[in-house]
């Protein structure tokens, strides 16, 4: 009864039935007004998702997909409903690649429950580090530039990881766990920052790009909340520690915010993602994607003769080196 209490939201628990059938609801729908049982709230979860795979990628013969898989709720769900998806067809692949950051004490957990997990599913599971792709862990950085958030150099190198690996197993489309909430919140902040051209950008990708693997974002269109209940009812072992460096990130503002609104104005998030989708084809028509090249010390694809990462090196080495 308090997993169903916790599921449903209200303080003051009593049995409701499923908005749609007789069975016992395990949640309530803010925004649509619903409160569903197990069996259609599975059913709701799963038609936007599979909405979201046909407008996102093709699912023809030989194509290989490749999730980040962190090992929280979101990158576990998102590689548990791609197995389902990818499991009944034999002519096509699915693997795991898990970035670990070198942070003590949060990522070596979550790196056995994603190792366990794709055991368990028999999945194939690849895992970059970052002291061997970069040379150096997050702990380090986070020392020897302590005025820089760390989710500057997180980010840059993650992105970086998940690529070079993506393309090493040679997949088609990289899946992330980025639910409507991450969304929501990208929007919202690159609007505060008046970076047009970032919102133009934003995945998932509509076309492939010289040397970058195109990403996919199966969860688009599911709230945060509704994430963790599917894993709930699914029992799925997941990490839910947060990371020690994120109380510093920006985003987390604009987390606060969102959530206020949505609490005041039930579907806010939906709605902040359907104007999104609406003006993002004119917002790539003035910002066209440029040709990428490559890195001049590294390879990557960059508009620049240096990428970020090679450029983010520079400066940690400097500061290294610096009396």
């Known amino acids: 009864m308090k997993i169903r209490q916790f599921l449903i939201g209200s303080r003051h628990w009593s049995p409701v039935d499923c908005t749609k059938c007789s069975k016992p609801a395990v949640t309530f729908i803010r925004y649509s007004g619903n409160h569903l049982c197990e069996d259609h709230f599975f059913e709701f979860f799963d038609k936007r998702v599979k909405k979201e795979m046909r407008k996102q990628c093709e699912f023809k013969a030989d194509t290989k997909i490749a999730v980040a898989l962190s090992g929280g709720k979101d990158s576990i769900v998102t590689t548990w409903v791609l197995d389902e998806l990818i499991s009944k067809r034999r002519d096509m692949e699915l693997h795991a690649i898990t970035v670990d950051e070198g942070i003590e004490g949060y990522r070596p957990e979550s790196l056995t429950m994603a190792r366990d997990f794709c055991e368990k ?39 970086k990881a998940l690529n070079s690996k993506a393309k090493e197993i040679g997949v088609d489309y990289l899946a992330t766990g980025l639910n409507l909430d991450d969304t929501a919140q990208s929007v919202l902040m690159n609007f505060a920052r008046g970076d047009v051209e970032k919102l133009a950008r934003m995945g998932p990708h509509t076309r492939a790009q010289k040397g970058l693997i195109r990403r996919i974002q199966p969860l688009r269109a599911i709230p945060e909340k509704e994430v963790y209940i599917f894993s709930m009812l699914k029992g799925m072992d997941i990490h839910n520690a947060e990371c020690p460096y994120a109380e510093r990130a920006f985003r987390g503002k604009f987390r606060d915010i969102l959530y206020d609104l949505e609490s005041s104005s039930p579907g806010t998030k939906h709605g902040i993602l359907s104007t999104y989708d609406s003006i993002q084809p004119a917002l790539q028509n003035t910002y066209p994607r440029a040709d990428l090249g490559s ?5 990557e694809p960059t508009l620049s003769e240096i990428c970020k990462s090679c450029a983010l090196l520079g400066k940690l080495e400097g500061l290294r080196t610096a009396p």
Do not use: S
Request: aromatic fraction near 10%; charge should be negative.
């Open 295 to 299: 890195c001049n010390n590294c390879g």
């Open 121 to 159: 599913r028999g999945i194939p599971h690849h895992v970059v580090t970052f002291k061997e792709l970069v040379g150096w862990t997050m702990d380090e950085i986070a020392k020897d530039d302590p005025e820089t958030i760390p989710c500057t150099y997180c980010g840059v190198f993650r992105r």
